[in-house]
């Protein structure tokens, strides 16, 4: 038998609990990149249940492992809101709509993600130079929130329609969360839940904003909106 | 009962052979899978053997304008095909003599240097859907090709090494090695990477009569008798090879043979072959859950493989994840 061949020590493993965690904040980024590509609205806003599911699945780690029973609460709210009712009231909405596919890519899809990849790899690198060490949640969990937050204002940026511009503000909130998350766990729960309430006054400002656009132009697009009118 | 045991070099023509042999039946097993999951009857498990026999017994007839390059395309496809499995690890979970001349790099220089002999073959012979098939298996290989760059780049920094071996040897040591998310990015994107080049659905119908869908099935269609046998025994084998990679390397590197022992190497055959089956049933639902992608649609397929493969990077890079 030939020995096993090596060069250098490989870097060190995480454990299965911090591995873990990270693997959920990764599908925190993925489902942002999903949601960028997905061309109809609908999978988009259930692509934020699922993103906003992740975030809370991550609450719920840190609260256990880190022994902070406020941020049972968090994840009680953060799924009964992020995950039931904002999807909830904005797939009514565009139900009521009736309009399955905005034709709002700016870009192609592929150039599109290849451009989000940059970005996230920008923010991981930036982030990465920061000397913050986390005691709740591995440390490139931070990076991974900050990679959330760029390609969010991608999505908004990119896809000119009113649904696609809701869902890159609440995934924006996602991020933020996620980073709370990681460097400040202990956060009073009141500060928490005034970002909560802060996300229900923006579904709010949303749901008006797709209803009146809809019933100006009839679409969901946001195209129209540079029309002059005389 | 003593056990016996093999020397290395006969467990290296074991794995070899063991991808010869059981590569017509793990594609008919799929088709079958597949005919019952559409609600046909479908073909008989051991149908491709049958073709093959059949195959081998027709007449090669050449196209007009057809030289040797023909004729040697196929041959040095499956000579190739016959190559790779002495590099991964098919039926032991230690490394075999000639199984450190390449890397996993070294392993794709051989499998596209296969890919590309069918494809000069289709060319020379001046159909116009074999020249489209081999132009558009080539254009895609290189779309490819950077996710699977990545993917390497991931093992190379998980291990250290960029052996197929040493990187199952890691994701057998310890579940912390399996769950961290740039193990599991890799493993994922190399499954999208499988699904890209066993022509899957996707990507392309493997089924498909249509020739304006075609991409690798396209290739072949100049080829007859005995050529046609090895490019279809010789595609068998490949999809084999990329289930090993798959599986023993990243996703279920488990029950491999330890030792040496006749038994154990024996055993891990029928182990082999039921994960090779479980994978290729998650393949028949795919294949039979989704849509083929419209073809210049397939760059957003591609572009999905490669961000899962650079997040994987990154990852590792900047937070040992």
Same mark, same amino acid.
């Not at chain 1, 993103?51 to 009964?80: D, I, K, N, R």
């Not at chain 1, 809809?214 to 540079?226: A, E, M, P």
């Not at chain 2, 859907?129 to 920094?157: C, D, H, K, N």
């Given at each position: ?16 609990f ?31 249940a ?22 049972y609460?968090?994840?009680g ?154 | ?16 052979l ?11 097993g799929i ?51 016959l ?98 998310? +740039?193990? &599991? !990015? @890799?493993? *994922? #994107?190399?499954?999208?990477?499988? /699904? ?8 392309e ?39 090993v ?40 639902v ?9 073809l ?8 999905? +493989?490669? &961000? !899962? @493969?650079? *997040? #994987?990077?990154?990852?590792?890079? /900047?937070?040992?994840?």
């Amino acid at each position: 038998m030939v020995p096993l061949l090596a060069a250098t020590a490989p870097p060190p493993v995480p454990s299965s609990f911090s591995g873990g965690a990270e693997a959920i904040a990764v599908l925190v980024l993925l489902s942002e990149f999903a949601m960028l590509r997905a061309p109809l609205s609908r999978s988009q806003v259930r692509l934020y249940a699922f993103q906003s599911l992740a975030v809370t699945a991550l609450a719920f780690f840190v609260a256990a492992t880190q022994h902070v029973p406020e941020l049972y609460a968090l994840a009680g709210f953060s799924f009964l809101l992020k995950v039931v009712f904002v999807p909830g009231i904005v797939l009514r909405l565009l139900k009521d709509a009736r309009v399955d596919l905005v034709a709002s890519n700016r870009l192609g899809v592929a150039t599109m993600v290849l451009l989000a990849i940059a970005l996230s790899a920008f923010a991981f690198f930036v982030v990465g130079r920061l000397p913050v060490r986390s005691h709740s949640l591995p440390t490139p969990a931070l990076g991974l929130a900050a990679a959330v937050i760029l390609v969010a204002f991608l999505l908004v940026m990119l896809r000119s329609d009113v649904v696609s511009q809701a869902v890159g503000f609440f995934s924006l909130e996602n991020g933020v969360s996620v980073a709370s998350l990681v460097v400040a766990a202990g956060l009073p729960l009141i500060v928490e839940v005034a970002f909560l309430f802060d996300l229900l006054v923006a579904v709010v400002v949303f749901g008006v904003l797709m209803r009146v656009h809809h019933g100006r132009t009839q679409s969901l697009s946001t195209d129209v909106l540079d029309r002059l009118k005389g | 009962m003593a056990a016996v045991d093999l020397a290395p070099a006969e467990i290296q023509a074991l794995q070899v052979l063991t991808i010869v042999v059981f590569a017509p039946f793990v594609s008919g097993g799929i088709s079958h899978l597949e005919a019952r999951l559409q609600g046909r009857r479908g073909p008989r498990i051991l149908q491709p053997y049958y073709d093959l026999a059949k195959l081998f017994r027709k007449e090669t007839l050449l196209p007009n304008d057809a030289g040797w390059v023909f004729v040697v395309g196929p041959v040095l496809a499956f000579v190739c095909y016959l190559v790779v499995p002495m590099l991964i690890p098919v039926l032991t979970d230690y490394p075999l003599p000639l199984g450190y001349m390449g890397d996993i790099l070294g392993g794709g220089f051989i499998l596209g240097l296969a890919g590309c002999s069918v494809a000069v073959a289709a060319a020379e012979t001046g159909g116009p859907y074999a020249q489209l098939g081999s132009s558009r298996a080539m254009t895609f290989g290189a779309l490819i090709e950077p996710s699977i760059l990545f993917v390497t780049f991931t093992v190379a920094l998980i291990t250290a090494t960029d052996l197929p071996y040493a990187e199952a040897a890691v994701a057998r040591a310890s579940l912390s090695q399996v769950v961290r998310p +740039a193990h &599991l !990015l @890799a493993a *994922l #994107a190399f499954f999208l990477v499988v /699904l890209n080049d066993t022509g899957r659905i996707p990507v392309e119908t493997h089924s498909g009569t249509l020739e304006f869908g075609m991409i690798d099935e396209a290739r072949t269609l100049e080829h007859s008798g005995p050529l046609l046998a090895l490019l279809q025994w010789g595609s068998a084998m490949k999809q084999l090879i990329l289930y090993v990679i798959l599986l023993n390397v990243f996703v279920a590197p488990w029950g491999l043979a330890g030792t040496t022992s006749l038994g154990a190497v024996l055993l891990a055959i029928p182990v082999f072959l039921a994960k090779a089956f479980a994978v290729g049933a998650v393949f028949a639902v795919i294949d039979n859950s989704f849509s083929k992608l419209r073809l210049f649609k397939i760059t957003e397929f591609m572009a999905a +493989a490669f &961000l !899962l @493969a650079i *997040l #994987a990077v990154l990852v590792l890079y /900047l937070g040992s994840g």
